[in-house]
Antibody
């Protein structure tokens, strides 16, 4: 059974750096074809894909946010970390991490999400 | 990479069918055959209901089906049930550097 859970601060001040951790179980990020992505959803708005990291450490980022995002993995801890620099109130959202279907391009298992509010 | 275009809302009565469209471009929906669909109830995480290759994960009823024509993918829900009332999002692969792009979401109301 695959599970994922996001953790991190619930309140962040503008210009700070947001660091979120996704802790997962039921799969290994060292297995070929496996990937974990981050997706966010501002309150009342649509889903927005942010970043993806694959088993071979290949990383891709949303073109509109690439300069502010960084995704890393710690295979020994079964964790994926997303950092967002120069945070702004428009970054207020629920942040989800999700397991990508092996060799696929869908997200078949999602964490519960964590709401991050950006405010001074 | 712009979000895929979905109608903001659709509605139908129990037992009826509704179709939700998802329009992209020749760089995503029109080029790749990897469009997935997600259902999201209020306050919940999205749930995959149609995989990138058009399959239904275990537990998803066969009332949900998909099709594609050109740059537009569609999700059809037949035999509407009250529990189908939710937001629906499409998602397409968009190439090596963009990975994926989501649609703007459609709220389905079951009258």
């Amino acid at each position: 059974q695959i599970t994922l859970k996001e953790s991190g601060p619930t309140l962040v001040k503008p210009t700070q750096t947001l660091t979120l951790t996704c802790t997962f179980s039921g799969f290994s990020l060292s297995t070929r074809g496996v990937a974990v992505g981050w997706i966010r959803q501002p309150p009342g708005k649509a889903l927005e894909w942010l970043a993806l990291i694959q088993w071979d450490d290949a990383k891709t980022y949303s073109p509109s946010l690439t300069n502010r995002l960084s995704i890393t993995k710690d295979t020994s801890k079964d964790q994926v970390v997303l950092t967002v620099t120069n945070i702004d109130p428009v970054d207020t959202a629920t942040y989800y991490c999700a397991h990508r279907g092996i060799w696929g391009w869908d997200f078949d298992n999602w964490g519960q999400g964590t709401l991050v509010t950006v405010s001074s | 990479q712009s979000a895929l275009t979905q109608p903001r809302s659709v509605s139908g009565s129990p037992g009826q069918s509704v179709t939700i469209s998802c329009t992209g471009t020749g760089s995503d929906v029109g080029y790749y055959n990897y469009v997935s669909w997600y259902q999201q109830h209020p306050g919940k995480a999205p749930r995959l209901i149609i995989s990138d290759v058009g399959k239904r994960p275990s537990g998803v009823p066969d009332r949900f089906s998909v099709s594609k024509s050109g740059n537009t993918a569609s999700l059809t829900i037949s035999g509407l049930q009250t529990e189908d009332e939710a937001h629906y999002y499409c998602c397409s692969y968009a190439g090596t550097y963009s990975s994926v792009v989501f649609g703007g979401g459609t709220k389905l109301t079951v009258l």
